[in-house]
């Protein structure tokens, strides 16, 4: 048999029911991957080992009493910006190093309630804004394929964790690529489900107009099963919507016979790696030879994407995070200066330089003067962004794209040139603009053996036909059996 | 465009961020760069477009006015910088 920390949640499930393995040797399996890898991965901020013990104990003894939850017995990993109560919840960030969170969000409360054991919080760019995970306020998180690289991001650390098998599934949060860009780099597989599908509730805010909190995994089946647990409306997030959520796993058979695939012919641009292009086209001839109807499709409004989303993110983000101000929770500095001082310094000392100049922007955006050219102009285009998407999909049930222009980047590469970061999310952004599903799954591999991501993109509350696009693709491929080298 | 260190300052002002001389140089420079890039949102026409806050429809959240969260006060006053028994304490906000 396969390690135990290697298996698949399917696979892990299936031993659990036949009672071949415990949830205890589960939980001890990856807590000592994670004792072994971590000093060199980093992908954890916190390891929960006594909780996560105490939980595959009271999964054990569920199972023993004829119970059966969807995630009993199963070890996952939470990114740090999903609040989890007792445990320390700091967002990346250095102004909620010490921070307690004192309840739990919708969806820890469903991963738990489950019977999924909670083995730690995953590192992650400080509120999640970033795409390498080197805006972290603590570690910087080391891509499991190759530790000279970044492992994407935000959820950076949730992404490597899965590749390195330090758990078997993660949540992630996605506000602009924030879970496919790092499953692309990591070769897992990382779904944003649609905006409104999944509780927000207990999930500290970037940009909320855009923020989502979704699966990664090693396939796409364990996604499937993850998603099945934490969609659904939820009376706490008044922006989750109230619909039936299917049964995703139950409905993935591998057949796309007739799927009809847009291939939108902007992102395939001047200036990205020509081994992604070549992979991505190769995965659009096997969905053909599977039998999908392949059309190249528009989407117009794709150049306009980066600056619409960094002017609506930053605008949120600078009005959510005025609530560290070092009064109820985090960090306080100059307590003995005036009240203005304290917030300023508080500020400057607990947020890292990304956060600071996403919150200067958007102040900017937001500021007088400036309201109408910026924010109010951005609102706008993403509105032209909306119906591009609406105009494919009337002909098309899904769009299918690279994930991310290149592999995984080196650690310091991008650090010095914001710009050039921004652009790294350029063909997973529109998605969020747009509030549809996106996932990410490997396509292959560049010479430097670092993995690729093909995007799957669906209509609003369609999950169902991404993640079966997903499986038939899968299915036919072998790239999901590589790992990485940790 | 092209941002003096003037307009950085008042933003900074506006989002009670102290910037250190360096974080404000660097600002200056990266911000006007970023939104340089940004101007090309005005190539669109949007002058009969819409624009879009949100992308669902939200359905009314109305519920009946009474108490469903736990006071969970303990808490939430132990993750307080500074406290007094039940209270938080903060700078002295009146001279």
Same mark, same amino acid.
């Given at each position: 048999?396969?390690?135990?920390?290697?298996?698949?949640?399917?696979?892990? $499930?299936?031993?659990?029911?036949?009672?071949?393995?415990?949830?205890? !040797?589960?939980?001890?399996?990856?807590?000592?991957?994670?004792? /072994?890898?971590?000093?060199?991965?980093?992908?954890? /901020?916190?390891?929960?080992? *006594?909780?996560?013990?105490?939980?595959?104990?009271?999964?054990?003894?569920?199972?023993?009493?004829?119970?059966?939850?969807?995630?009993?017995?199963?070890?996952?990993?939470?990114?740090?910006?999903?609040?989890?109560?007792?445990?320390?919840?700091?967002?990346?960030?250095?102004?909620?190093?010490?921070?307690?969170?004192?309840?739990?969000?919708?969806?820890?409360?469903?991963?738990?309630?489950?019977?999924?054991?909670?083995?730690?919080?995953?590192?992650?760019?400080?509120?999640?804004?970033? %795409? %390498?995970?080197?805006?972290?306020?603590?570690?910087?998180?080391?891509?499991?394929?190759?530790?000279?690289?970044?492992?994407?991001? $935000?959820?950076?650390?949730?992404?490597?964790?899965?590749?390195?098998?330090?758990?078997?599934?993660?949540?992630?949060?996605?506000?602009?690529?924030? =879970?496919?860009?790092?499953?692309?780099?990591?070769? =897992?597989?990382?779904?944003?489900?649609?905006?409104?599908?999944? $509780?927000?509730?207990?999930?500290?805010?970037?940009? $909320?107009?855009?923020?989502?909190?979704?699966?990664?995994?090693?396939?796409?089946?364990?996604?499937?099963?993850?998603?099945?647990?934490?969609?659904?409306?939820?009376?706490?997030?008044?922006?989750?919507?109230?619909?039936?959520?299917?049964?995703?796993?139950?409905?993935?058979?591998?057949?796309?016979?007739?799927?009809?695939?847009?291939?939108?012919?902007?992102?395939?641009? !001047?200036?990205?790696?020509?081994?992604?292009?070549?992979?991505?086209?190769?995965?659009?001839?096997?969905?053909?030879?599977?039998?999908?109807?392949?059309?190249?499709?528009?989407?117009?409004?794709?150049?306009?994407?980066?600056?619409?989303?960094?002017?609506?993110?930053?605008? !949120?983000?600078?009005?959510?995070?005025?609530?560290?101000?070092?009064?109820?929770?985090?960090?306080?500095?100059?307590?003995?200066?005036?009240?203005?001082?304290?917030?300023?310094?508080?500020?400057?000392?607990?947020?890292?330089? !990304?956060?600071?100049?996403?919150?200067?922007?958007?102040?900017?955006?937001?500021?007088?003067?400036?309201?109408?050219?910026?924010?109010?102009?951005?609102?706008?285009?993403?509105?032209? =962004?909306?119906?591009?998407?609406?105009?494919?999909?009337?002909?098309?049930?899904?769009?299918?794209?690279?994930?991310?222009?290149?592999?995984?980047?080196?650690?310091? *590469?991008?650090?010095?040139?914001?710009?050039?970061?921004?652009?790294?999310? =350029?063909?997973?952004?529109?998605?969020?603009?747009?509030?549809?599903?996106?996932?990410?799954?490997?396509?292959?591999?560049?010479?430097?053996?670092?993995?690729?991501?093909?995007?799957?993109?669906?209509?609003?509350?369609? *999950?169902?036909?991404?993640?079966?696009?997903?499986?038939?693709?899968?299915?036919?491929?072998?790239?999901?059996?590589?790992?990485?080298?940790? | 465009?092209?941002?003096?260190?003037?307009?950085?300052?008042?933003?900074?002002?506006?989002?009670?961020?102290?910037?250190?001389?360096?974080?404000?140089?660097?600002?200056?420079?990266?911000?006007?760069?970023?939104?340089?890039?940004?101007?090309?949102?005005?190539?669109?026409?949007?002058?009969?477009?819409?624009?879009?806050?949100?992308?669902?429809?939200?359905?009314?959240?109305?519920?009946?006015?009474?108490?469903?969260?736990?006071?969970?006060?303990?808490?939430?006053?132990?993750?307080?910088?500074?406290?007094?028994?039940?209270?938080?304490?903060?700078?002295?906000?009146?001279?």
């Amino acid at each position: 048999m396969t390690d135990l920390h290697s298996l698949t949640l399917e696979r892990a $499930s299936a031993l659990l029911a036949k009672k071949e393995i415990s949830a205890v !040797e589960l939980a001890r399996a990856a807590l000592k991957r994670i004792d /072994i890898t971590n000093r060199d991965i980093h992908s954890f /901020i916190t390891v929960t080992e *006594e909780a996560a013990l105490a939980q595959a104990r009271a999964a054990d003894a569920r199972r023993a009493r004829g119970d059966t939850g969807p995630l009993l017995g199963l070890p996952v990993a939470i990114k740090d910006v999903i609040l989890t109560k007792g445990i320390r919840t700091t967002a990346g960030s250095k102004i909620l190093a010490d921070f307690i969170a004192p309840y739990d969000a919708t969806v820890t409360r469903k991963l738990l309630d489950a019977g999924a054991v909670c083995i730690g919080k995953t590192n992650c760019d400080e509120f999640a804004m970033g %795409s %390498s995970t080197e805006n972290s306020g603590f570690m910087v998180t080391r891509n499991p394929w190759d530790g000279e690289r970044v492992p994407g991001g $935000s959820s950076g650390g949730s992404a490597a964790a899965v590749a390195a098998h330090q758990c078997l599934g993660a949540l992630g949060t996605d506000t602009g690529g924030s =879970i496919r860009q790092p499953a692309a780099c990591c070769g =897992i597989v990382g779904m944003k489900p649609t905006y409104g599908r999944v $509780s927000r509730y207990g999930v500290i805010a970037y940009a $909320s107009s855009l923020d989502q909190v979704g699966p990664m995994a090693q396939t796409v089946a364990d996604c499937a099963h993850l998603l099945a647990v934490i969609a659904g409306h939820d009376p706490h997030d008044s922006t989750s919507v109230n619909r039936n959520v299917p049964d995703y796993r139950k409905g993935l058979d591998g057949t796309i016979k007739g799927l009809r695939v847009g291939i939108p012919k902007e992102y395939f641009v !001047e200036g990205m790696q020509a081994e992604v292009e070549q992979a991505v086209r190769a995965a659009v001839q096997t969905l053909e030879t599977l039998g999908a109807l392949v059309s190249e499709v528009s989407l117009p409004h794709t150049e306009y994407a980066i600056p619409t989303y960094y002017l609506i993110a930053t605008a !949120e983000a600078s009005s959510n995070l005025a609530r560290y101000d070092g009064i109820k929770y985090g960090l306080r500095l100059a307590e003995r200066e005036s009240l203005l001082t304290m917030y300023q310094r508080t500020r400057a000392g607990g947020f890292g330089t !990304e956060v600071k100049r996403r919150i200067m922007l958007g102040t900017y955006a937001l500021s007088a003067g400036y309201y109408d050219a910026y924010y109010l102009k951005a609102q706008k285009v993403r509105t032209l =962004i909306r119906r591009d998407f609406e105009k494919v999909f009337a002909t098309q049930d899904v769009i299918v794209t690279p994930t991310a222009p290149t592999t995984a980047f080196r650690i310091g *590469e991008k650090t010095s040139d914001p710009l050039q970061m921004y652009l790294s999310d =350029i063909f997973t952004i529109s998605v969020n603009l747009a509030g549809l599903p996106g996932l990410s799954l490997p396509c292959g591999f560049d010479r430097s053996g670092m993995p690729i991501g093909l995007q799957i993109v669906g209509r609003p509350f369609e *999950e169902d036909k991404v993640l079966q696009a997903a499986y038939a693709y899968e299915q036919a491929t072998e790239w999901h059996e590589k790992t990485a080298k940790r | 465009m092209a941002l003096d260190r003037e307009v950085v300052q008042r933003i900074a002002a506006l989002a009670r961020l102290e910037l250190s001389q360096e974080d404000e140089a660097a600002f200056t420079q990266q911000l006007g760069h970023i939104l340089q890039y940004f101007e090309k949102l005005a190539e669109l026409d949007t002058q009969a477009v819409e624009p879009t806050a949100h992308v669902v429809q939200i359905a009314e959240a109305y519920r009946d006015d009474v108490v469903t969260n736990l006071p969970a006060t303990e808490e939430l006053r132990a993750n307080a910088p500074a406290r007094d028994g039940d209270f938080f304490k903060v700078p002295k906000i009146i001279e």
